[in-house]
C-alpha cells in the first residue's frame, strides 16, 4: 500500500459537459492521484461519501504540448477515475450544480 488517505486519493471533481451527462447514470468522475489503483478509489469514495460503488474505471489524461505566442510547453497530464454507484445513490457535492 502506497500510504495515500482518502483525501489524497481523491484530488477533485472533473467539472465538463461530458462528466455531468454521466451523473443522470450514477457515473462520477474524479480527478485522482497519479499512483492512486482501483480498489484505493472504490475505498476513499465509499469512505468519504458513504455509497457502495459497483464499478470503477481509470483513465491516463496524456500530457498535451501548448503554444502560446512564442513560448512553447506542455500541459500536464493527469489521471482520472469514472466511478459507478449504486444505483439510487447519489453524491452530494455534484448536485445543484449547472454546467
Known amino acids: 500500500m502506497s ?11 472533473v467539472v465538463s459537459e461530458k462528466s455531468y451527462a454521466g ?3 450514477g457515473r462520477y468522475t474524479f480527478k485522482v492521484h497519479q499512483d ?7 475505498q ?11 464499478r470503477v474505471n481509470m483513465v491516463k489524461v496524456q500530457a498535451k504540448p501548448k503554444r502560446r505566442g512564442l ?5 500536464p ?3 482520472k477515475a469514472i466511478v459507478q454507484v449504486r444505483e ?8 445543484g450544480a449547472q454546467v
Open 36 to 42: 492512486a489503483h482501483r480498489t484505493q478509489v472504490r
Open 23 to 25: 451523473i443522470a447514470d
Open 88 to 95: 439510487g445513490e447519489t453524491i452530494e457535492i455534484f448536485e
Open 3 to 13: 500510504g495515500l488517505t482518502n483525501e489524497q486519493i481523491l484530488l477533485s471533481p
Open 44 to 54: 476513499a469514495v465509499e469512505d468519504l461519501f458513504g455509497v457502495h460503488v459497483e
Open 71 to 75: 513560448f512553447k510547453g506542455v500541459r
Open 77 to 79: 497530464g493527469w489521471k
